[in-house]
Every structure is written in structure tokens, then in C-alpha cells.
């Protein structure tokens, strides 16, 4: 293992916990399930989408009985372990909504638009203190094949009435002050930054407070239909107990689920972060960054970070590691390598800020499908519906993901069901070990990309001229 004194004694106190969760405030587990019950609607997975899926339906139906399944605790999967960008983008950003639905796109922007202002307006309503900071995004060129794709992207946005400013390579240093950077991409509009763990226990106070039945430690072991009465309906099994429900929605994203056609479509990827300890008022002048703005750079292989709102910097990204087998679980949320790599990466990117430590390291599991975006299902006679796979832009999207999973359960025909990205399903993943295979010939190919200017390849070209892809 290669050592680096630098980035080794800035992770020496690390602690292997998730920022966002490590948290006083973190609410009290509910009990599991341990009784039979009956509902209207039954939940399976308490992340975004099934606290999106529950809220939703109850706000829009008042006396509806619903019950909310977790195998762990509320957010203890993706939603309390991201970076908090809370992008408007259904479609993992333009460009990849441009590459599958051109036809669609504008439609997919305002829904996308709608969505945010829904996301916010809940926010709002409800009083869910998660700290919005309408700050927009910089997406900043590491490499001179980056700034050329940056002057791309601005024309694509203006194109489709989306504001973006372009900035050279002073003014992106005079925004957030990295000797790495040579341009930059502010779109200051779409999107905003929360705290996420924050966001997820406020979505379930609201929902519990409208009425709606939370279990925790209740992983649900299997999922079938049989006749209640003379009515069909699904039965949920966990360890303790059952729930038998006229619906079910599947929110169990990258983890392994009761519904297994998920997985064609959907495979799991560990996504690492560290956050550093708060900047002291030198450091943090040093860094300039007044705006506040989330960044990311542009690779294949990419870094996202950000200010969290008691002025620390999360730092995640670069390595998206697939385990064979759909592997998930708690002993791949640290990767001492990825987290030295990523401590290397964040002194190249802010030498002035040598001698700061980091306090906390993580991995999570992101669900990416070969088009970057969300795909959903029905199974069992359309009495469940599931939504997945939202790759590396789930905060916002997953509001909108649920509500097509409501729409789908429900049998409603809306404008969202209407959608060729609703209605069409991804480019499958392979069975293991082809799986398994294609997705690290397709990690190197992205790594060999990066190294050569930008250049594609064949494996890449070949990919492209399907439209799959692999990314966090
Ligand atoms: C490190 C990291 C950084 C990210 N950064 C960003 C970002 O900055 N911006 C952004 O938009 N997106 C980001 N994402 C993606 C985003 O977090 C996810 O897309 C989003 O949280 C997905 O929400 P979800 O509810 O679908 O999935 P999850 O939050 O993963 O929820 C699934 C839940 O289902 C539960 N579950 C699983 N199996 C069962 C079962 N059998 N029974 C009961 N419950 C079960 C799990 O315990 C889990 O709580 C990031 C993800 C990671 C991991």
C-alpha cells in the first residue's frame, strides 16, 4: 500500500462514521415489527424515495393507511450519506438527458424544475430544518480537455434556457481559490444544498405526524400477493411480522431487494467521502469560497465537495467501486485506499490548507443503472411498483421518482407515467460474472480516458453508440 505522510496524518483521527448521521439529534430508532398488520400501502426502504412515497401519499390522501418498512434506520442507506447536492436534474444533468431523450428533454427540465420547487416548497411547509443554501454549482476544469467541455455544456444550457456563467481561470479561483483550476461553469440556478440526514428525519416527522407507521431494524424478507377476503393483495414478511397491504412500493435502491428484477437494471456502487474538521476564519479566508457553492470537477473519474453548513469541507467521489456480486454491506463503507487517495487529492486541490485534519470517512452504496437516471417497475399483478437508481443525483430526483411509483401503484396516467424514460427500461446489466467484467472494463477504460486527454476509445465508443454507460 502506498503511504503518504500528508494524507496519512490528516486521516489519523478520522473516525469511520457518517458525518451526517453522527449526530446527536439523530432520532430514536422505532421498534421493529412485530405484529401482523393491514394497510393501504406498505413501504418497503425508509431512504428518500420511501419517505417521498409516504408523504406524498398521505398528504394526498388523508385516510390512507400506510406503513413504512426499514431494515436499518430512516437514511441509514444513500440518503443520510451523500453529498447534500440537491439538484433540480431528473436525468443525472443535461448532457445525459440530451444523449437519451432529445425529444423530451425540455419536458424533463421543467418536471425537473417543478420538482425542486415542490422539494422546497415541502421544506418549507413542514418546517424541515435541513439548511438550504441556494448557492448553485461550479463545475470546475482540472485538465485543458475540461475546459473545452465546459464551453460545451454553457452552450447546451443556454440552449435550453438554463443561465450558466463561464469563468476563466482567475475568476473560478477568485470564486473558490484551488491553484488546480483553469476555468469553470457556475450554474447558479437548480441547484441547492441541504443537509441531507437532516432532510430525511424532517420528511419523517412530517409523515408521521400525518400519520403514517414507521419499523425500524424490519428488513423485509419476502414480498407476495394472496387474497385478503376476497380482495388481492401483497404480503410483506419481515423476521418479527407481516403487513398486508392493497399496494406496495419497492425503495430499496441499491440494496439487495424482495423484488429481484430490480437488479437487472440497477447495481450498486460504493461511493467514499471524508470531511475535514471546521475551517479556522484563516483557513477559510484562504479558500475564498463566499459564495459558498457546491463543486465538482469534470473527469471521468470526478470529485465533488462542499461547505457544510458549520463551515467544514465534504470531499467525496473519484473511485466508484463495484463488488462482485451485487455485494452491498457495512464492511465495504470504508476503503482505507479510497480515503487516502481522496486526502491526497484534496491537498493537491488545497495546498493552503495543509496541516487541516479530517474527522469523519465513509462509503455508501449508490444504485446506478446504464443510463445514469432512475428506472422503475411493476410486479405482482401492478399491486407494487419500485423506483431506482438514480446513480450520483438522487436528492431531488428521488422526490419525483417516488411520485412515479405512487402514480404506477396506483394506475394513474399522468404526464410523469407518459415519459419514454418512465416507460422504457434501462439497458440491463449483464448476470455475474459478465457483470462483473463489463463493469471493470468499463472503470478502466474511464481511468485510460481521463490519461489521454478525453479521448473515448473503442470500449467507450462502443458504449456510447448504445447509450449505456457506467458512472457515480
Ligand atoms: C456517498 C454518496 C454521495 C452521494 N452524493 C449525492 C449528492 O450529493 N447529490 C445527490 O443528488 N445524490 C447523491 N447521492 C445519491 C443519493 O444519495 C441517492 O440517490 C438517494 O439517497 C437514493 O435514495 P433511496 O431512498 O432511493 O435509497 P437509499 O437511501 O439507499 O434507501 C434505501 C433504503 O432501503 C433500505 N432497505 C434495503 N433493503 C431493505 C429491505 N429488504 N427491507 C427494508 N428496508 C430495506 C435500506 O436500509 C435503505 O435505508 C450520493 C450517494 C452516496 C452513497
Excluded at 377476503?229 to 431487494?257: I, L, M, W
Excluded at 459558498?292 to 467501486?321: C, E, K, M
Excluded at 446489466?429 to 476509445?457: H, K, Y
Aim: aromatic content about 8%.
Amino acid at each position: 500500500m502506498n503511504t503518504d505522510p500528508l494524507a496519512d496524518r490528516a486521516l489519523a483521527d478520522a473516525r469511520p462514521a457518517v458525518f451526517w448521521l453522527d449526530r446527536p439529534n439523530r432520532p430514536h430508532p422505532s421498534p421493529a415489527l412485530a405484529s401482523d398488520l393491514n394497510a393501504d400501502l406498505v413501504v418497503v426502504g425508509g431512504g428518500f424515495t420511501g419517505l417521498w412515497t409516504a408523504l406524498c401519499a398521505v398528504e394526498a390522501d388523508p385516510g390512507r393507511a400506510i406503513v413504512v418498512l426499514e431494515a436499518e434506520t430512516t437514511a441509514a442507506g444513500a440518503s443520510g450519506r451523500n453529498g447534500g447536492f440537491c439538484d433540480a436534474s431528473l436525468t443525472h444533468g443535461l448532457e445525459n438527458g440530451l444523449a437519451h431523450w432529445p425529444d423530451e428533454v425540455r419536458t424533463l427540465v421543467r418536471l425537473g424544475d417543478e420538482n425542486l420547487v415542490g422539494l422546497l416548497d415541502t421544506v418549507e411547509r413542514h418546517a424541515i430544518d435541513c439548511t438550504p443554501e441556494h448557492t448553485g454549482e461550479i463545475n470546475v476544469a482540472v485538465t485543458p480537455w475540461q475546459v473545452e467541455g465546459l464551453t460545451e455544456s454553457a452552450a447546451a444550457h443556454r440552449d435550453h434556457g438554463m443561465e450558466t456563467t463561464l469563468l476563466d481561470a482567475a475568476q473560478t479561483r477568485a470564486q473558490v481559490n484551488s491553484p488546480t483550476y483553469l476555468a469553470g461553469l457556475w450554474r447558479r440556478d437548480g441547484v441547492v444544498l441541504v443537509d441531507p440526514a437532516h432532510l430525511a428525519w424532517g420528511l419523517r416527522s412530517a409523515a408521521e405526524g400525518l400519520g403514517v407507521r414507521f419499523f425500524d431494524h424490519s428488513p423485509v424478507r419476502s414480498l407476495r400477493t394472496e387474497t385478503d377476503g376476497d380482495h388481492p393483495a401483497v404480503r410483506v414478511r419481515t423476521e418479527g411480522g407481516s403487513v398486508v397491504a392493497e399496494r406496495a412500493v419497492v425503495a430499496t435502491n441499491a440494496f439487495r431487494s424482495p423484488v429481484r428484477q430490480i437488479s437487472r437494471s440497477v447495481a450498486p456502487v460504493y461511493d467514499h467521502v471524508l470531511v475535514t474538521e471546521p475551517l479556522s476564519e484563516a483557513q477559510r479566508a484562504s479558500v475564498g469560497w463566499t459564495g459558498r457553492q457546491g463543486v465538482s470537477d469534470v473527469g471521468n473519474q470526478f470529485h465533488y465537495y462542499r461547505l457544510t453548513p458549520d463551515d467544514r469541507i465534504l470531499w467525496g467521489g473519484w473511485d466508484a467501486l463495484y463488488h462482485f456480486g451485487n455485494r452491498v454491506g457495512p464492511a465495504l463503507e470504508q476503503s482505507p485506499t479510497t480515503s487516502r487517495t481522496l486526502a491526497r487529492h484534496f491537498f493537491e486541490t488545497f495546498p493552503q490548507l495543509e496541516g487541516l485534519r479530517f474527522t469523519h470517512r465513509w462509503g455508501g452504496p449508490i444504485a446506478t443503472t446504464s443510463r445514469f437516471t432512475c428506472a422503475w417497475g411493476t410486479s405482482h399483478g401492478g399491486r407494487v411498483a419500485w423506483a431506482a437508481g438514480y446513480t450520483g443525483l438522487g436528492v431531488g430526483a428521488s422526490r419525483f421518482g417516488a411520485r412515479v411509483a405512487l402514480d404506477l401503484v396506483d394506475g394513474r396516467e399522468t404526464e410523469r407515467t407518459g415519459l419514454a424514460m418512465v416507460r422504457r427500461s434501462p439497458f440491463p446489466f449483464p448476470p455475474e460474472p459478465l457483470r462483473w467484467v463489463a463493469i471493470q472494463a468499463t472503470r478502466r477504460a474511464l481511468q485510460r480516458s481521463d490519461r489521454r486527454g478525453g479521448r473515448r476509445g473503442t470500449w467507450l465508443s462502443l458504449l456510447d453508440r448504445f447509450g449505456i454507460g457506467f458512472d457515480s
